[in-house]
């Protein structure tokens, strides 16, 4: 995939910048940290500027032996000057990707800052981010921050944390609780607040953004209490909580299935979780990989758990408009600003992994193929192993053009749509409500819709009859990796004009938002981008030549209604795990009125 050879380039080039020859100290809490000066051509102004990084950070002690499936414990002060020079290992994990020479390992839990040098001490706006790769695989050093940092004129903070059974093994007990890769983060976020100020940073200037898995990590954040006054801010790109790939229900059996394999087999928790600390990591690594997960396959054996700790609430429901979350939780959330957008084609993602599509650039699925195969594939996945014909019926009207029912393309076409209105539409529109609700009016929400069709090849979705902007190609932009002139030259790609104006024009709108909760000030892109209510669903289309034209209302409004009103009306009311007669009534209610609602919507 061209994905990968995007990313192992860029840890080549950051990784040869060791050579750099200024070093810049910094003297903080935790004792001395030694980094490296660069010379960043920042093409905006046409200037150079000094880049200062700090890489491989210690935040949190080794979670290996006796702290392996456990909270992190804070990191103990520094004995001696660190040379942040070097990046850290990944952290161990079901790879999927490949790392190149990238090593990985259970002691990982380290953190890289890139803070420009600015002119008489200002303090900067701080902005952390959180990798996705489904909660399962993914590290920090694949998001070089150069262009970010310099274009954005923030400083930016890249961190690993655990994942798969490393980040989420868990006996739905106190002894092993889960969500260690989740304190793994909020223990991040605390040591950017405890220090980074040191580095240049305001404090009262911390957002906190992420995409995919990352985007989920940034609403558990934003929902976990003892974040509060930790960060002010969230972006959130292509991902919620509450999506049927996060939430695995078989977690506890998973241990035991991993307790099997590792000859660990007890009744016994705490017997269980002691023998499988014991456990060499590499053989703990084979065992993952013996659940078979390949690439993509959801949701990993191990996710976020409801453990009463750092997840105080139904993930599934958390984010409905109905549902009533806990004091604090809902306090937390409306003290951030949030944004949160979608790419146009996210389903894109769903294309290879799920289907056992062995050919992605050659899948053109015929009507009876979509109809009998897919959808069934999709309700089991979505809606766990169930399967009412009711809803099959439904989601295949919904979804089909019936312009020209036959034709392969369009078939092709809605198929990706389903998968990207369901699983992330629906997400982003309970997300966004939500937080407007809390957050009562206070202009703090923003809405976008990534809307592009690339030219640049380097882009993370392989098939060439695949248009628009799929799964993770907002990454590219957003970190200005198109802008650079070492990595355009090695990769031989010419990027268009129009998509190096348009990496800097997403710069220039998240490190706004980051400075301000504002995207529109202090860097004024003329866009009057105006916040997102229930009412006006007002939203920001990114696209070629933007203009205040370009913010808009309701979007795909049609289609949300449908998966976050419709369906899961349709499915309470099936009363899918009982066959009463009451259900079956209820049920004809409700096919009726979607027989009216698909009638007068038909576009
Ligand atoms: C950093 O990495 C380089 C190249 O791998 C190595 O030669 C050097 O010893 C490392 N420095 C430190 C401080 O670990
Ligand atoms: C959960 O476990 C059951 C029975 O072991 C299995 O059939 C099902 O596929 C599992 N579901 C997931 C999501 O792993
Ligand atoms: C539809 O596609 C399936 C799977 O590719 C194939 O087996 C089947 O023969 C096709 N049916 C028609 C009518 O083309
Ligand atoms: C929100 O924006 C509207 C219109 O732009 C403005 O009238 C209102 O005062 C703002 N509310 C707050 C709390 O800032
Ligand atoms: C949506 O409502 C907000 C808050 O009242 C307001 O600031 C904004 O201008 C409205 N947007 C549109 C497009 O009407
Ligand atoms: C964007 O603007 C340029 C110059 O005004 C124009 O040539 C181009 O066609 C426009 N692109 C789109 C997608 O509208």
């Given amino acids: ?189 605390k040591w950017v607040h405890d220090n980074i100020a040191k580095f240049g940073g305001d404090t009262n200037r911390v957002t906190v953004f992420g995409e995919s898995a990352g985007s989920t990590s940034v609403i558990f954040q934003s929902l976990y209490p003892g974040n509060k006054a930790l960060f002010q801010r969230a972006i959130a790109q292509s991902g919620s909580i509450g999506a049927f790939w996060s939430i695995n229900e078989n977690i506890t059996q998973n241990a035991r299935h991993l307790g099997t394999l590792a000859e660990c087999e007890t009744s016994d928790n705490k017997a269980l979780v002691d023998c499988l600390r014991d456990v060499p990591n590499h053989k703990l690594e084979e065992f993952v990989s013996d659940f078979s997960y390949g690439l993509l396959t959801f949701p990993s054996p191990f996710t976020p758990v409801t453990d009463r700790l750092f997840i105080n609430y139904d993930q599934k429901h958390a984010l409905d408009l109905g549902n009533e979350l806990p004091v604090a939780t809902k306090e937390m959330f409306s003290s951030i600003d949030l944004m949160t957008g979608v790419n146009s084609r996210e389903g894109s993602l769903f294309v290879i992994p799920l289907f056992g599509v062995i050919d992605p650039e050659n899948f053109l699925p015929n009507r009876t193929f979509f109809e009998e195969y897919l959808i069934s594939i999709f309700l089991e996945t979505v809606y766990g192993g169930l399967e009412p014909q009711s809803a099959r019926a439904f989601i295949i009207a919904e979804y089909t053009n019936w312009k020209d029912p036959d034709n392969k393309h369009n078939t092709r076409e809605e198929f990706v749509s389903l998968w990207g209105d369901s699983v992330f539409g629906g997400g982003l529109y309970r997300t966004l409500n939500k937080h407007e609700t809390l957050a009562s009016n206070r202009n703090k929400t923003y809405m976008y819709f990534f809307d592009v069709e690339p030219d640049f090849t380097g882009g993370y979705v392989p098939m060439t009859w695949f248009k628009k902007l799929g799964h993770g190609e907002d990454i590219p932009f957003l970190f200005g990796f198109l802008n650079s002139d070492v990595i355009k030259d090695e990769l031989k790609v010419t990027p268009s004009v129009w998509e190096q104006e348009m990496s800097r024009d997403i710069i220039r709108l998240w490190s706004n938002f980051a400075k301000t909760g504002n995207p529109n000030s202090p860097s004024d892109l003329g866009l009057n981008w105006t916040p997102y209510t229930k009412t006006n669903k007002s939203y920001l289309q990114m696209s070629r030549n933007m203009t205040s034209a370009n913010v808009k209302r309701r979007w795909n409004q049609r289609r949300m209604t449908f998966w976050t009103s419709l369906v899961p009306e349709l499915i309470d009311r099936l009363c899918l795990t009982s066959v009463s007669s009451s259900c079956h009534s209820a049920s004809f209610v409700i096919i009726i009125n979607l027989i009216f609602y698909l009638h007068f919507h038909s576009i």
């Fill in 1 to 189: 995939m061209a994905r990968q050879v995007v990313f192992c380039f860029l840890l080549i080039t950051s990784i040869s910048s060791i050579s750099a020859v200024q070093t810049h100290t910094v003297e903080t809490s935790i004792g001395t940290i030694n980094g490296m000066v660069d010379d960043v051509y920042d093409g905006s102004s046409g200037t150079t500027v000094k880049l200062r990084k700090y890489f491989g950070i210690p935040f949190a002690e080794p979670p290996v032996g006796k702290r392996r499936f456990k909270k992190p414990d804070p990191k103990t002060p520094l004995t001696e000057p660190l040379n942040a020079f070097n990046h850290s290992k990944a952290c161990s994990q079901v790879t999927v990707y490949k790392l190149g020479d990238v090593p990985t390992d259970e002691d990982c839990l380290y953190l890289n800052i890139y803070a420009p040098e600015t002119i008489q001490d200002e303090k900067l706006a701080v902005m952390v981010w959180i990798y996705g790769g489904s909660l399962m695989h993914g590290f920090s050093d694949m998001y070089v921050a150069d262009n970010l940092a310099v274009y954005g004129n923030v400083i930016v903070v890249t961190f690993n944390y655990r994942m798969s059974v490393w980040g989420f093994l868990s006996t739905g007990d106190e002894n092993a609780p889960g969500n260690y890769g989740l304190w793994d983060q909020h223990m991040a976020i």
